[in-house]
Structure formats: C-alpha cells, structure tokens
C-alpha cells in the first residue's frame, strides 16, 4: 500500500472514531473517494468546494486537510510548503486530540520528504509518547525503526530493534485478530532485522506473532503464506526441529491452499508426519488425485524407513 493511501485511509478511519455529526456534506464525501483513487486534481478541486459550504466548522476543517494531503501526497506538483501551511493553520484551531496526531504524522512525513530527520524524529516521539495506543502512534514507531535502523541484519538495527521492542512493551491494549491494529507490521519488521542478524529464535518469536494476530483481510494472503512458509523452514533448517516446521507446513497448505508454495508444503507436512491422508483428502485440493496421493504417502513411508 503506497504511503498516500495508507495516511488517507489514517484519517478517513480516525474520522469515524470522532462524534457523531451532522451528515458528511457529498463533495466531501467525494473528495475523499477521489483521493483514494489518487485522483488528486479531482480530489483537490472538490476539497476547495467543501471549503466554502456552509457548514459545520469541523467538516470545513476536515476540507483543508484534505487539500494539505492533496499537496502533499500527489506524485506530481506536489507542494510542501502549501501542505505545511495548511496543517499549521489547522493545529491554530485547536483541533481534536486525534485529528491533532494525524497532522503531526504528516507533518512528520514532510520532514522525512525533505531529510530533516532530527525533527522528523522529535515528531515522531511526540506521538510515540502520546499515542502507542493507536494505529497513529504505532505508525509513528514503524517509521521512526526504518529511519534510524541501518541495513536489515547491521548492529545498529538490532539496537533499534532492542529499542522497539522496549517500547512495544509498554503497550496497555491487547491486540486480537479482530483487531491487531499495526502490530502485525511491526512484528515482521522486527523479525526481518532479527532473521538477518542470524538471531533465529528472536525473529521466529516475532514471525509467529505476525502469523498469529494477522490474517488475510488485515496483512494479505501473500504476507501470510509467505510468513508461514519462511517460520517453516526455519524450524526445519536453522532450528533442526521438524515437529514445529510440520505444524507450520500444515498450516499453510490448510489455511492457504491457493498460494504458490501450497503443493511444495503439502509435500513436507506429510513428509514430516503432521498431516495424515484423511486429512489431506478433507481439504479437497485441485488437482491433487488419488493417484498423486498414493506416491506422496509411499515416499514418505520410504523417507520414514
């Protein structure tokens, strides 16, 4: 997900959590639908209109900041400045806490955009701070461990990492998979780093959480195969314990049996013994007869001898 759509989808979702207000007016309605197709010259032009209806000081408000993520997030004529001015504008008006953080997050990206990154970080830290809690805060520590890590596997990066989990600890809500918030993200962030220094059983910690509160619908179908299929091999090669790299294997060709690596799981879980033929039988895979059933089960018996 590109960095405009993600910051559009912070706020259109940080919106719903305000009071309940008079209707939304339609040209703010489909300003919106414009910028997420990231249509921004559409988007920008119906932001304008919003400005001048008469209505509710908080919907004139959301307007400007829309036109500030229009002038800041297009790929082309972007304008730094004008997106800065407007935000400024906006936190002069005193504006609700969590419409508050949301700027100070874009305001963040433009430092970033423009290298300064002594006070993207003070930023950064002040939402860290302020707003673990929520998806603005936990975004805010995403982006503050890739700008101060190095190289994925480098020193500097498993301080950083050390550093985040430290943070991550002081979190006072419990992430489900109803609703995992960015932990899942951070989580194979932090993994990848680990995975890279060699620290195998720090990183599985990490992977395993990803697979845990993350699914499809919150991560995507491919991060989540993948994920699976990297804890596996894992526990296979590097942890020399083919009970724990079966049960992953399994759980990967049950729980995504459309992913490339699918066949190739299906191989090993019943190689290492954690799916019986029933079981296989059960999932009903295409393509998967009888016949390639028999071959696969006779090879591992043969393997098992």
Not at 135 to 158: N, W
Request: charged content about 25%; aromatic content about 10%.
């Amino acid at each position: 997900m590109t960095r405009p759509v993600l910051c559009g989808l912070l706020f259109v979702s940080m919106l719903s959590m305000f009071p309940l207000r008079a209707e939304k007016p339609e040209i703010l309605q489909r300003a919106w639908q414009e910028y997420q197709f990231l249509s921004m010259d559409a988007a920008k032009n119906l932001f304008k209109q919003a400005q001048k209806l008469d209505t509710s000081a908080e919907y004139l408000l959301e307007a400007k900041v829309g036109l500030a993520m229009v002038s800041q997030f297009r790929e082309q004529k972007s304008d730094l400045n004008v997106a800065e001015a407007l935000y400024r504008e906006v936190l002069a008006e005193n504006p609700p806490e969590e419409l508050r953080d949301l700027v100070y997050s874009f305001i963040a990206d433009l430092h970033i955009s423009r290298g300064e990154n002594e006070e993207a970080l003070e930023m950064l830290d002040k939402l860290i701070e302020s707003n673990l809690n929520s998806v603005v805060g936990q975004d805010a520590l995403i982006r503050k461990t890739l700008l101060t890590m190095g190289e994925y596997g480098a020193p500097q990066s498993v301080k950083v990492a050390d550093e985040t989990e430290t943070i991550l600890a002081g979190l006072a809500i419990e992430p489900t998979a109803e609703r995992p918030y960015l932990i899942p993200l951070l989580e194979s962030l932090l993994g990848d780093i680990y995975f890279w220094s060699g620290d195998f059983t720090k990183a599985l910690a990490h992977y395993e959480i990803f697979t845990t509160l993350g699914n499809a619908k919150t991560t995507s179908y491919g991060s989540q195969a993948g994920q699976l299929y990297q804890i596996a091999k894992l526990y296979e090669v590097e942890m020399e314990d083919p009970k724990k790299a079966g049960q992953f294997y399994k759980r990967l060709i049950t729980e995504y049996p459309n992913n490339g690596t699918s066949y190739f799981a299906l191989e090993k879980a019943v190689r290492l013994g954690a799916m019986s033929r029933k079981e296989v039988e059960k999932l009903r895979l295409s393509g998967v007869t009888s016949e390639i059933l028999d071959e696969l089960f006779e090879t591992s018996k043969e393997g098992k001898n």
